[in-house]
């Protein structure tokens, strides 16, 4: 059972929402009970969770390489990013990079959620996001910052199943 939400249901993005996703033979006001039912969480929930962004100019400018190195980054999944701000601009949390790039723990534990179902978006809400029970204080990201790879791994592999 996959939970990233207090109530133990995945996050949606109101973007996730698609008509595709709808069921074309539901009247109207089905559609609007069966969406009212997925927890969502705004993209301004999102930003203020994860704290710091940087930009994929930001980005290019730390690491000192130019924008389509930043942008095959994230082709690659070797950063995610999801669209923030009122313009919507590409962004990245701060903490998933160190002073030389990537954090290289990250890829995998990325490809692990996104196997599982997972979207980027949803992937760093549960990055992000405080649990009591882990080996340090904080949300996984800081779990994993500190060392602990291989649990935060493992708990991965559990959502995914």
């Given at each position: 059972m996959r939970a990233?939400?207090?109530d133990?249901?995945?996050?949606?993005?109101?973007?996730?929402?698609?008509?595709a996703q709808t069921d074309p033979t539901q009247q109207p006001d089905q559609q609007a009970d069966?969406?009212?039912?997925?927890?969502?969480?705004?993209?301004?929930?999102?930003?203020?969770l994860v704290g710091q962004w940087l930009t994929v100019p930001d980005i290019a400018e730390r690491l000192g390489v130019p924008l389509s190195r930043v942008r095959q980054l994230l082709a690659d999944r070797e950063?995610?990013?999801?669209?923030?701000?009122?313009r919507?601009?590409?962004?990245?949390?701060?903490?998933?990079l160190d002073e030389t790039g990537p954090r290289p723990e990250l890829r995998g534990t990325f490809t692990v959620l996104a196997d599982g179902g997972y979207d980027d978006?949803?992937?760093i809400t549960w990055l992000f996001t405080p649990d009591?029970?882990?080996?340090?204080?904080?949300?996984?990201?800081?779990?994993?910052?500190?060392?602990?790879?291989?649990?935060?791994?493992?708990r991965a592999q559990e959502l995914a199943l």
């Open positions: 990233c939400g207090p133990g249901g995945r996050l949606r993005s109101v973007s996730d929402q698609s008509p069966q969406q009212a039912d997925e927890p969502v969480r705004s993209g301004g929930d999102l930003e203020s950063l995610l990013g999801v669209r923030i701000g009122e919507r601009v590409m962004a990245v949390p701060e903490k998933f978006e949803e992937i009591a029970t882990l080996p340090v204080e904080g949300a996984p990201i800081d779990a994993m910052r500190a060392g602990h790879k291989t649990e935060i791994r493992r």
